[in-house]
């Protein structure tokens, strides 16, 4: 991976960063550039121009490149290009058997070679957990089991051998994602109870970052607020119950997710509030990881926020803004189903108003505790939305397993 901006660069920028990033649009068929001095139609993907002929504005037309790369990876369409966009921008320009590919702690290798190379993996039986363009240590492994099952040499390294081999071999798993089943076996086979389970809560921002501040309310606190009252009713029922930060601390998301997988938690939650500049934007969105590339999916994330996506709105009235694939650091680098929830927009007035009731926080933690306990039910969950409360939850599950120990 090339060495990444530490910066944020936008419309009106200049430079030799600008100039990188511009051939890299022009690789990934973003931006469309004409010869210097032409008329004529623009040049080809395939079409060679050394980068120094770029030009190193930050211009309207690039800020439309970067929105439109943005769309199609996942990221937040801002048309600013920051650390996360610049990866997903330099790994894109990768396909595999460009380069040798290897685990390197402390400078992981990212890419869509890499994403290629987890999904042939999947598809040939070998788990590097999940399709997400980064070699680490799981996706190490799973080319070292590979390159047992092939009698290769075992030294975790995708070159020129390992290639061969992949090319010889054939799909051994069939019917679906290789990782969407696996998931979903991993969550059938591990009961119907929340009881005993660990579910790790992200509260967004945090210390100095307070994040949105609007109608006297500061997102930090509000999530902070929120996942202390989703913590009592999970642990009420016997989950243990992590915080990625307490009220003066705001680790950065790779921070988060690495400690969300130290944990090993069995679910993450993140926590916000949206705001936007259009006054009238308000309601309730919730996001997973997937991306359509390489089959990098999660479907038990899906299916979880989906679950409490129909759970806030049918108990809260707050308008349905759905669920929605995304490939956001603390979603990609996860282990576990991981599953970001934007509960209202502070900038509108109403949302707010709501927000900043005590008993309106009850309810939405209500609603995301109910969903987590629905997604473990399985076939079995014949609940209507909207209808479980908490009070209830433990004489329904005592019926559940009653159900389940009777002799047929």
Known sequence: MSDQPVALYRLGDEGVVVRSIRALLH??????????????????????????????????EMARAVRAFQQRRGLIVDGVVGPQTYIALDGARWTLGDRMLSHTPGHLLQGDDVAQLQERLLALGFSPDRVDGVFGANTEKAVRHFQRGVGLAIDGQVGPETLRAFADLSRAVSGGSPHTLREQELVRRSGHSLTGRTVILDPGHGGDDTGTIAHGLAESEVTLDLARRVEGRLSAIGVTVLFTRSA????????????????????????HCDSTDQSRASGVATFFYGQERFGAWSAVGEHLADLIQREVVARTGLADCRSHPRAWVLLQRTQMPTVRIEAGYLSHEEDAARLADPAF????????????????????????????????????????????????
Request: proline residues 5%; hydrophobic residues 40%.
């Open 248 to 271: 003066t601390t705001c680790p950065d998301e790779l921070e988060r997710a690495t400690m969300a997988n130290e944990s090993g938690a069995d679910i993450m939650l993140s926590l």
């Open 361 to 408: 926080r009850d309810t939405l933690a209500e609603a995301i505790v109910i969903a987590l306990q629905r997604m473990y039910l399985g076939e079995d969950d014949t609940i209507a939305t909207g209808v479980l409360r908490l009070h209830d939850l433990r004489a329904f599950l005592e019926t559940q397993r009653a159900a389940q120990d009777k002799p047929a």
């Open 27 to 60: 690789a990934t068929r973003d931006l469309a550039l004409v010869a210097p001095g032409a008329a004529g139609p623009a040049e080809t993907a395939e079409s060679v121009r050394p980068e120094g002929q770029f030009s190193d504005v930050y211009d309207e």
